[in-house]
């Protein structure tokens, strides 16, 4: 899975921050009943009310690798639409469609 440089920089020069931070994220995931496809498409909803891009591609890759389809991907955005407005949930469609488009290719 791709993984940004800096997310690696800093899991090697903070390996204890990193690792704590890690085992909190494995903690929230299983304090409840929702699948990992499920996980990762909420997950893509609050980085897009977020609007953080790397948040964003990352969550698509995440969904698509738990089973999401595009189609399912796709609603996720547009439900945005109403919540954080047009020209939001439009970056949000465009970094989505460079994921989807780059999984496409391979």
């Known amino acids: 899975m791709y993984l940004p440089s800096i997310y690696k ?7 204890d921050i990193f690792n704590l931070y890690k085992d909190l994220g494995v ?3 299983n304090a409840g009943p929702l ?5 990762n498409l909420v997950k893509l909803g609050i980085a897009i009310g977020s609007s ?5 591609m990352s969550h ?13 991907i796709l609603q996720v ?8 407005g047009f020209p939001q949930m439009m970056a949000a469609m465009k970094w989505v469609d460079e ?7 391979e």
């Open 27 to 29: 903690a929230c995931r």
């Open 77 to 84: 955005v547009l439900l945005g639409l109403t919540t954080i």
């Open 9 to 15: 920089k800093f899991s090697e020069k903070y390996p």
């Open 99 to 105: 994921v989807l488009s780059e999984q496409a290719a």
């Open 35 to 39: 699948s990992e496809k499920d996980q």
């Open 52 to 56: 953080s891009r790397g948040g964003i």
């Open 60 to 72: 698509t890759r995440k969904a698509l690798s738990s089973g999401a389809s595009p189609d399912e």
